[in-house]
């Protein structure tokens, strides 16, 4: 059972970092997926945070995180991060790892409602 597991949450003040990781070990060709970010806040739809397509060239960010949220990944490793700075409360939320299949070939995850894989999770809070 293909399963993606994210880590890294937990509660910074204002103006902090934190860095997320999903292990993706249990993809079978990491290289054959894009993989993406996407939060959810308490009350709202969810939103995809950044993406990286699966040739790990290309990234795409949500207007509001660009200049303070780094998206990578580690094809060595199968794990996917998410480098969080300059936070603020309005990043408050639950992230989720995400990833679409690219069929071997390669494929922009596009918006989130297309990412077929999905973790269970990891909170982040900012307190002001």
């Known amino acids: 059972q293909v399963q993606l597991a994210e880590s890294g949450g937990g509660s910074v003040q204002t103006g902090g970092s934190l860095i997320l990781s999903c292990d993706a070990t249990?993809?079978?060709?990491?290289?054959?997926?894009?993989m993406a970010w996407v939060r959810q806040v308490e009350g709202k739809e969810r939103e995809g945070v950044a993406a990286?397509?699966?040739?790990?060239?290309?990234?795409d960010y949500l207007d509001s995180v660009k200049g303070r949220f780094h998206i990578s990944k580690d094809s060595a490793k199968n794990t996917l991060y998410l480098h969080m700075n300059y936070l603020k409360p309005e990043d408050t939320g639950m992230y989720y790892c995400?990833?679409?299949?690219?069929?071997?070939?390669?494929?922009?995850?596009?918006?989130?409602?297309?990412?077929?894989?999905w973790g269970q999770g990891t909170l982040v809070n900012v307190s002001s």
């Open positions: 995400a990833a679409r299949s690219c069929g071997g070939g390669y494929c922009h995850c596009g918006h989130y409602k297309y990412l077929e894989l």
């Open positions: 249990s993809l079978r060709t990491p290289n054959s997926y894009c």
């Open positions: 990286i397509d699966s040739d790990e060239d290309t990234t």
